[in-house]
């Protein structure tokens, strides 16, 4: 079969890419090994879909090329995505920090995709089993048989959430066409720790404080969550994306608080209030309470103790330092950190430099947003970058 456009994944970035492309009369085909498409917009922001983020930047973006993206970015913006959904009539709302979710159910945003590229066809249940240059472009061997195309998209994500049918195909196919592939690691992924601080956050799993977490010059102020395994929450899975191993992290778990003023403040009040009663002002009663223990301050009463015992607590709370000995893995993680070099890429079109007609877009690349719709918005800016270019060339 011959076709204009061959797009591998029928994700967020490939489902918006082929329609971008349809609207030059290209003839496309969307392949995936997937039974549905979209399945991650279909589990995204709670089956709701954080589909975008108004506050979008560069800055809200990791990459070894922290440029690379702004191009794309520019080029669709988050306006740009919410009036084609309110074109389609889907009802969203705001939430904190510029997030956009849908209303109703995150499969919406497929539905509104699917639709967009009509015209294309959509292969699923179908492998890619090789992929290699030809005289006219690209020949491509699936099990579906035989497709020659123009042009290629590599629109199969990366390797996060692996039950969901992730893959490291994108990197393969990458290093094949001889693109130098940035080191992946999770991000947006819950960290683990050793025994010790474990044994600290098990028995807390499943309470949630305000906390800000801090890693180098880079902190996030949001919730944190004890999970059995560790720390999870928004301010956790924000700053596992800079974390390395071997690294420590530092966590505030009462930012609005100045522990050691307030514990001061406390004694000299008097009374026999004791060292947990105080804390438990400014933290849920169940981590007061581990904490004092864990300080063997268990029963003491906050008048019988020192300067130097009040702010050991305060360090304790405010600056607690600890040293992951891991994440959760590719398993739970969001994203994929890293990916296909940008380098290797045109910034306004997403082509490969040195292999015309072979694009890369979405996650496979080496551009990571932040938590909170800045990776979906990634998705259709790469994509329409890519579309655009794959539009103006259609026949």
């Known amino acids: 079969m011959d076709c204009d456009i061959l797009i591998i994944g029928a994700g967020a970035a490939g489902m918006f890419c082929a329609g971008t492309a349809r609207a030059g009369g290209?003839?496309?085909i969307v392949l995936d090994h997937a039974a549905k498409p979209g399945e991650k917009i279909r589990i995204s922001?709670?089956?709701?879909?954080?589909f975008t983020n108004l506050a979008t930047s560069r800055e809200r973006f990791l990459s070894e090329n922290p440029r690379f993206c702004a191009s794309a970015l520019a080029g669709y913006r988050p306006r740009d995505f919410v009036a084609l959904v309110d074109r389609a009539g889907i009802a969203w709302h705001e939430k904190a920090l510029g997030q956009l979710?849908?209303?109703g159910k995150a499969t919406q945003i497929t539905e509104l995709l699917i639709r967009?590229?009509?015209?294309a066809e959509?292969?699923?249940q179908t492998q890619l089993q090789q992929l290699e240059r030809s005289a006219e472009g690209f020949l491509a061997r699936t099990s579906r048989g035989v497709v020659r195309a123009s042009r290629v998209v590599v629109a199969?994500?990366?390797k996060s959430i692996p039950k969901?049918?992730?893959?490291?195909?994108a990197y393969d196919l990458a290093r094949q066409f001889g693109l130098r592939i940035v080191e992946t690691r999770p991000g947006l992924v819950p960290l683990t720790f050793a025994e010790q601080e474990l044994a600290l956050c098990k028995p807390l799993a499943g309470i949630s404080v305000e906390a800000e977490v801090r890693h180098a010059k880079t902190v996030f102020s949001d919730a944190l969550l004890f999970t059995h395994r560790g720390l999870s929450g928004p301010a956790i899975l924000q700053i596992s994306s800079f974390w390395r191993p071997g690294e420590e992290i530092t966590v505030n778990l009462a930012p609005e608080t100045d522990m050691a003023a307030l514990l001061r403040e406390r004694r000299g009040q008097g009374g026999r209030v004791n060292v947990a009663t105080a804390i438990g002002s400014a933290l849920p009663a169940r981590l007061a309470d581990t904490i004092v223990a864990e300080l063997g301050l268990d029963g003491a009463r906050?008048?019988?103790?020192?300067n130097a015992v009040l702010d050991r607590i305060a360090t304790r709370i405010n600056r607690w330092q600890l040293r992951p000995v891991g994440s959760e893995g590719y398993r739970t993680a969001e994203v994929t950190v890293g990916g296909v070099d940008t380098r290797d890429l045109d910034a306004r079109t997403m082509q490969a430099r040195d292999v015309p007609g072979l694009y890369f877009i979405g996650e496979c690349v080496d551009v990571t947003g932040w938590l909170g719709g800045y990776n979906f918005q990634w998705a259709w800016a790469s994509a329409h970058a890519a579309g655009v270019s794959l539009a103006g060339g259609s026949r």
Do not use: I, S
């Open 156 to 158: 199969c994500g990366a």
């Open 164 to 169: 969901m049918g992730a893959t490291g195909l």
């Open 122 to 124: 959509l292969w699923l």
């Open 101 to 103: 979710f849908c209303d």
């Open 116 to 119: 967009r590229m009509e015209g």
């Open 302 to 306: 906050l008048a019988d103790q020192n």
């Open 45 to 50: 922001g709670g089956g709701r879909c954080n």
């Open 26 to 28: 290209a003839y496309v």
